[in-house]
């Protein structure tokens, strides 16, 4: 038989061993997604986004993020060997999650009018729900930050050039540089929701009102069909 006091014991022991194991470990390989290290990993990636966002890239420093992720800066480095690998992880994951919208446009419709309206929708509504992003975008550009991923430009003008140029020897599509347009696309997005506080001051209600935002959203949007000469 055995008595209460040893089961109490084995019991203790077993809870301090569950305890002891280590909570911020990265994952394993063959270890299943939806584990603790996933969790933590995303929750490094959301401080990261977080803290590049208020205070660029220069400004930020591996503590800050840690301190916001709530681990040890040394656990941290089991996810991301270094700030830069942090950094590029989150623009990374911002290029996979605008990539994933835009084929989702393109697929619904293979009319050019369409795809681009609802392309350039969908990439306002996105950066309008993840300010984080939009924050971060100003830093980029005004810092100058060196950590630029050409193969990741080079994909969006490849896709853009494949859509485009067909288009425009039939005499559909205006002659437009797809450089420029990646730009002209990126800095009436951005700076449209930026200026929040100006649509407060000059119509009285911000972008929490859905009459200014479907006003705002419409007007990039035919900007842009308009330069292509698709309006």
Do not use: C
């Amino acid at each position: 038989m055995v008595h209460s006091s040893t089961r109490r014991r084995d019991g203790r022991r077993r809870s301090e061993a569950r305890h002891s194991e280590p909570q911020d470990a990265p994952r394993a390989p063959g270890r299943p997604a939806g584990t603790s290290g996933d969790r933590t990993r995303e929750r490094v990636l959301g401080a990261a986004l977080q803290t590049f966002a208020a205070q660029g890239f220069a400004g930020s420093s591996v503590r800050d993020i840690a301190r916001k992720a709530r681990i040890r800066v040394s656990s941290l480095y089991h996810y991301f060997p270094s700030k830069e690998a942090l950094y590029e992880a989150v623009l990374g994951k911002l290029e996979d999650e605008v990539r994933e919208l835009t084929f989702g446009a393109i697929s619904q419709s293979p009319d050019l009018r369409a795809m681009g309206r609802e392309s350039v929708g969908k990439i306002f509504d996105f950066l309008l729900a993840n300010p984080a992003y939009v924050k971060l975008g100003f830093h980029d550009r005004l810092d100058g930050v060196a950590l630029f991923d050409r193969r990741a430009t080079d994909r969006w003008l490849g896709l853009m050039d494949g859509l485009m140029k067909p288009a425009e020897k039939q005499g559909r599509l205006k002659a437009v540089d797809p450089v420029f347009l990646l730009v002209t696309i990126d800095g009436l997005v951005h700076w449209h929701i930026a200026n929040d506080p100006f649509y407060r001051r000059v119509l009285g209600k911000g972008l929490d009102d859905p009459v200014i935002v479907r006003r705002a959203r419409e007007h990039v949007v035919q900007v842009v069909m308009r330069t292509l000469g698709l309006e």
